[in-house]
Every structure is written in C-alpha cells, then in structure tokens.
C-alpha cells in the first residue's frame, strides 16, 4: 500500500466514523442512500477489517460485510430511514477521457463488464434481502443502455470523467431519471 491508498481508507474511515456517529443520528432522515465502489473489480483489492493476514475476499464473502453495513446504518438512522443501495457502476479498464484523445473511433473507448461485476451485484442483492427496510436500485442501464457493452460517450454526451465517476453534464442531463431510478417514482 502506498500513502495515497492509506490516505484514502483513513479519510473514508473517518468520513463513515462521522455519518454513523452525527448525521444520522441527528438529521435522522427518511432515506439514506448508500453507494459504493465496485469492491472486487481487477485493480482493487478489499479485505475483511477483522483479517490480520489480509487476505482478500470473493464475492461469496461480501454479503456478510454488506448486511453488516446497512444493519450499522439503520441503527445509525434509528431505524427509521429505508436505506437503498445503488449496485457499483462497473470501472472502466481505462481513463475515458485519455482513450477518447489517442482513439480513432469513439467505439475503440468501450469496455464490457466483467463476470466480476454480476457477481457482485448478486451479492449485494443477497445482503438487502435480509434486511427488510432496505431495497437495491440501478442506474446500470441509463450509463450502459448497451450493457454488457458501456460506451465513453451515450447520446453524444461524455459519460465519465475517469475510470469510476460519471461526468457532471452526463448526471445533469440524466437527473431526472436517476433521482426516479434510485428513489422511486414521486
């Protein structure tokens, strides 16, 4: 691990230290909305927090630290908060944004999603199905409506400005639809 990766866990430890034990607990909202990184994705590497060798896990392991999270958040929200969790968009095997400048077609740009990635969603469906105020929701086929082909760039407009996060105009222009996708219809 080089001191950015430390740097990141510390700052995300601190900043999920800070949602459990304040703002939840004092802004006590209906719903939480809860999305992560892609966990198992190549390139990355999660170990259960109580491993001392560090070994990494699979996706069979993940269900059990998924559940454990949303049951730490609704105890967080004084069980009064439905919690969804969005499945991790897939990350890109590549900056998009670099692709798209050396590519001689916008096409060269698109990656497929990995068997990775379904597995893990299967896993993290199995951990919302055992807690009964929490549902999964996706944005997968608004950012990949060729799935299981994602393209850099979907009705003209960039999708992503890295690997993992998806372009501010991309987000503005879809706005709507997400908010519906992640909370339901109004």
């Known amino acids: 691990r080089d001191g950015t990766t430390a740097g990141a866990e510390e700052q995300c430890r ?5 949602l459990l034990e304040r703002v939840l607990p004092q802004y006590r909202p209906d719903i939480v909305v809860a ?15 109580d491993d001392v060798d560090r070994a990494p896990i699979g996706p069979l392991e993940l269900t059990a630290p ?11 929200a004084a069980e009064a908060a439905e919690i ?18 050396v590519a001689d077609a916008i096409e060269d740009c698109a990656f497929l999603t990995t068997d990775v990635s379904d597995m893990e969603w299967r896993a993290i469906d199995d951990a919302v199905a055992g807690h009964g105020d929490a549902r999964t ?28 996060h998806l372009y501010h105009g991309f987000v503005q222009r879809h706005a709507a639809e997400l908010v519906e996708r992640i909370l339901g219809p109004s």
Do not use: F, K, N, Q
């Open 14 to 18: 601190t900043l999920r230290a800070d």
């Open 84 to 101: 969804v969790v969005v499945l991790p968009l897939p990350s890109a095997p590549y900056d998009p944004l670099e692709c798209l400048d």
């Open 66 to 76: 998924t559940l454990a999270s949303i049951e730490e958040i609704s105890v967080a």
């Open 35 to 49: 999305m992560g990184h892609p966990a198992l994705e190549p390139g990355w590497t999660v170990t259960a927090t």
């Open 137 to 164: 929701a996706t944005i997968h086929d608004i950012v990949c409506p060729r799935a299981p082909v994602c393209d850099p760039v979907v009705d003209g407009m960039l999708v992503r400005d890295d690997r993992d």
